[in-house]
């Protein structure tokens, strides 16, 4: 059933490819993209993901530099 779906939207994609133009069709792709991109919900949850990452990714670099100073530190000494 996935199958004949998928097969339906490929077809449906390549007619309004031939059918608009190449250039046509990625401009309106494009145009629809940003749209959808401004909308309020999307940048809040562009928003909460940046603050997730930025907070999972300082804390994990935190912890390799504390391990990293302890391994050197054990090194040297």
Known sequence: MTGWIILILAVL?????????????????????????????IKNL??????????IVGNS???IDASLAKDLKSYFI
Do not use: C, Q, Y
């Open 13 to 41: 994609v390549i007619l309004a490819v031939v059918g608009l133009g190449w250039d046509a069709f990625f401009a309106s792709v494009k145009k629809g993209m940003e749209k959808v991109g401004n909308l309020p919900e």
């Open 61 to 63: 670099t935190g912890d």
């Open 46 to 55: 562009t928003n909460k993901a940046k603050n997730e990452f930025n907070s």
